[in-house]
């Protein structure tokens, strides 16, 4: 006759949770591990158990003795549905039936939430061609939306005049918080939680920690040389590495200022410029920038409205050297706004004037600079007056790049072609061709002020609309 003995109860600060395990006198050699969950018995391998993760409850059901029925005192449906996603990644179809809320508060039990997260919301199920809108999130608020930023995992964060709305991954739970700006202009997710937030009439860049309520960690300032306020025109990331771009509260001076990204200490600065007399060029900050991960460089771009018409430069710096690695004089048809994809290698940008698409290929800058740029659309617009470009957003997501014209939002993607069909130049000719994603019936006469992207998410805003649109890839079991 066997014999059975006690262990010790498991407990659960939120949850009142009684392990009872039972030793049996069998086979030691068999890795098979049976659990009883409210009654219900399942069998599975330590194998399986520990694809959960040393931190996981599952783990520590691994780590016991395969010699008896584990007792766990919870919901045998959601377990045997977490216990499908440990076996194969991915949700089984019957989850559909389950409430989403729940299987994300038994994730958070069994402590297995970034497997629920890395199934329902991973970048790498983001098909741009199977966007549908499935949601509009409200901001409870009369200010609209001025920046949004996203996570990797989807989890989106939207500022509105003071304010800080932040909705988790599963856009289920949200909360607001109040900072200390009128309002925010930039805004970028450094980490789950943390934030760099910064404003044109507020001088230094905030990182508030919005899980205690906007604290704020650090304020960095750049010391220019009127020792006046630095107010930031732009937020950029890498891995390593926190960009800013300042100007000084009197205009006469900016700077692109480098920091660490876990330190936050200063690495160095790049791009300063001390405005003299009439020097448009240096008196144009960077407005936007992004990090070029193959090249190691970073793009800065800044325009300027004139009785000349709109003027702008774009610059890839080298960080190392502190040097310009390539120059675009912006003349004609300046961009309204400008992007660019590492992944196609290019810059892309709208044109101010004509409202179309331009792309210019990274590999040829050295040799064509200006020259480079490329019109996907009608060319003849170039000299337009009206501006049509004005107000247009583009982003580059991927190998996709999206960018909205008034109420629509357009889809650009490269069509591979024949490698044998080389230009003078070697490279292969390239085509792209447009999708139109189409125009929300009742935002007639509105247009698009914000794109994001994050988990299998695109994230729309739109003028004078007090909400964020989500497209989504349908992930499976959802």
Known sequence: MPTFTTTTIMSSQSNNLNIHRLKINQNTQSNIVTINVGGQIFQTTDQTLALA???SLFSQLSDFSPLGPHFIDRDPDLFSILLSLLRTGNLPSKAKSYDLQDLIEESKFYRIESLLVNSLSNPSQFDPFNLQKTLILPLNSRDTASAITATPDGALHVSHGSK?????????NKSTTLTQFSAIDSMLAISPNLVAVGATDFSGLQILDLEKKGLVLETLNWENVTKSGSTVQAIGSSNDLLFTSFESSRRNSNSIVVYDLKT???VTEIAHYEIFGADLDSAIPATKLKWVESYNVLMASGS?????????NVKFWDIRSGCVVWEFKEKVDCFSDITVS????SIFKVGVNS???FYADLRKLASEGNDSWVCLGDERKVGNVRKEGVGCKIEAHGNQVFCSKGGDIELWSEVV?????KRDEGLPERVFRKN???????????RVTNLAFGGNKMFVTWKDQQSVEVWQSSARGF
């Open 304 to 312: 300027h409205s004139g009785p000349s018409g709109v003027l702008g």
């Open 53 to 55: 993760g040393p931190k």
């Open 342 to 345: 590492d992944n196609l290698s």
């Open 417 to 421: 072609m024949d490698s044998s069909k």
């Open 264 to 266: 936050l200490s200063p």
């Open 436 to 446: 139109l994603m189409g125009r929300m019936k009742d935002m007639v006469g509105s």
């Open 355 to 357: 409202g179309e698409v």
């Open 164 to 172: 800080i709305t932040s909705f988790d991954w599963s856009l289920k």
